[in-house]
């Protein structure tokens, strides 16, 4: 059975027991929790820290367990969100090793799952990214396998604001380019964190990838997303994206999610299912995420029934 979570980001002023107790309260089954780098965030939604994963002792890895047991909530996943490919060979390194830190941590806390992105030099092509590609990931597939972890790849451009401009700081967006990637390092180890919304604003169809890559999707964002066709009709696909469309709770904007789930379940997808809340008009505080999540929850509940939890 799929399991509804939501991603800790959103809560970034919660502590880890406030993020198991909300996620508890409000219905959810597990939690992706958040693991960048004790400091502040350099962009929205990212330099969240619900886990310091360089506190690698015994005793904080069993407060995070009895957390989880305390409150029948499980963990979906680590999730770190950098740019490993960044041109900022300094920035690209500190995102390597502070994965492998969290690759590791996963291990340690029984955890199987981590979630983040390939990256890119958004000023390069796809075809003059691949060797970096190759030389930065051949080696982080292969301790994932050491430590029997799977990393999903986030399917997102990372293109919204001018400075992304023109590629996006994410190679990992197309089956065209899911295909090479996997080709290139076939390893069971590597797959996808699938978010429809990213493809239903790139004008793709979400739906038809899930049969494709059915054993690549080892965990999936719920993020939905409108489109505004009157500006789309009026600046372009070449635009700057937020231009033309805009993140939105499941439920409120263009993806099919009864044809997604429908699909999603004929593939046979048992995983977590984790809610990215990205819609700004629920941001203005604290209690308006939390009626976000709440919102999300009964939405998404008419496609996930609640199950046991697995803690």
Request: with cysteine.
């Amino acid at each position: 059975m799929m399991k509804l979570g939501f991603v800790s980001a959103i809560l970034p002023e919660a502590s880890l027991e406030q993020v198991f107790s909300t996620a508890s309260r409000l219905g959810y089954d597990c939690v992706e929790l958040m693991c960048w780098p004790v400091g502040k965030a350099e962009r929205r939604y990212a330099g969240v820290t619900h886990v310091d994963v360089t506190q690698s002792d015994e005793s904080n890895l069993k407060a995070i367990r009895e957390l989880s047991a305390k409150y029948a909530v499980d963990i979906s996943g680590l999730g770190y969100y950098p740019n490993p490919l960044s041109a900022d060979t300094a920035e690209a390194n500190q995102a390597i090793e502070h994965l492998k830190r969290i690759i590791a941590f996963a291990a340690q806390l029984g955890i199987r799952q981590v979630n983040t992105f390939v990256g890119r030099d958004h000023r390069a092509s796809v075809d003059e990214n691949w060797q970096r590609f190759l030389e930065c990931w051949t080696p982080l597939i292969k301790v994932t396998e050491q430590h029997d972890v799977k990393v999903g790849i986030e399917n997102c451009p990372m293109f919204f604001t001018n400075d992304e401009w023109p590629g996006g700081k994410n190679l990992a967006i197309s089956p065209a380019i899911w295909r090479r990637m996997f080709d290139a390092i076939p390893s069971s180890h590597f797959g996808l964190n699938y978010d429809p919304s990213h493809l239903v604003w790139m004008q793709m169809d979400c739906v038809t990838p899930l049969k494709e890559f059915a054993d690549r999707i080892f965990h999936v964002h719920a993020k939905d997303v409108r489109v505004d066709r009157a500006r789309l009709n009026e600046v372009g696909i070449l635009a700057n994206p937020l231009e033309y469309h805009s993140p939105k709770l499941p439920g409120l904007g263009d993806v099919d999610w009864g044809h997604f789930f429908a699909v999603l379940g004929d593939t046979g997808y048992q995983g977590p299912v984790c809610v990215e809340v990205e819609d700004r008009v629920y941001e203005g505080s604290l209690a308006a995420r939390e009626l976000a999540l709440q919102q999300c929850c009964t939405f998404l509940r008419n496609y996930i029934p609640h199950g046991e939890s697995n803690t």
